[in-house]
């Protein structure tokens, strides 16, 4: 039997704590999966955390108007997207090889009503 596989759902919802970060944006009176930008005054999807990106280009090229850079900037929510996979395939990589040479520590939560962690030291020392 073949799997269908799902379409990724995002839900990303606007927050308040957006509008002190980042001042050109604040909630939309639509959906809560939008945000208002102040700068261009339009709604920007934030459904999926990259879908942002789509933005940047005309947000760059309003508040740049005479950069050649702002005006060149093609990166919307496809290539971050392909950024982002490169990173994380380089950061995994390095991240990995760090790990075998370098002692750590990871904490786990013991339960859901308790807030006792439970710390384990990894060493690759004998
Ligand atoms: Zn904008």
Redesign the pocket.
């Known amino acids: 039997m073949t799997s269908i596989p799902r379409k990724k759902n995002y839900n990303q919802l606007f927050l308040e704590c957006y509008t002190k970060e980042f001042p050109?944006v604040t909630c939309s009176i639509n959906e809560s999966n939008y945000t208002f930008?102040l700068?261009?005054a339009?709604d920007?999807n934030i459904s999926s955390g990259v879908s942002m990106a789509d933005?940047a280009g005309?947000?760059f090229r309003?508040m740049f108007r005479k950069s050649e850079g702002a005006k060149k900037h093609g990166c919307g929510r496809t290539k971050t997207v392909a950024k982002i996979s490169e990173m994380a395939d380089e950061c995994q990589s390095y991240l990995a090889d760090m790990l075998k040479t370098t002692p750590f520590s990871v904490a786990t939560d013991g339960s859901s009503d308790e807030s006792t962690l439970y710390p384990k030291r990894f060493t690759n020392q004998k």
């Open positions: 050109c930008c700068c261009c339009c920007i933005h005309p947000l309003k």
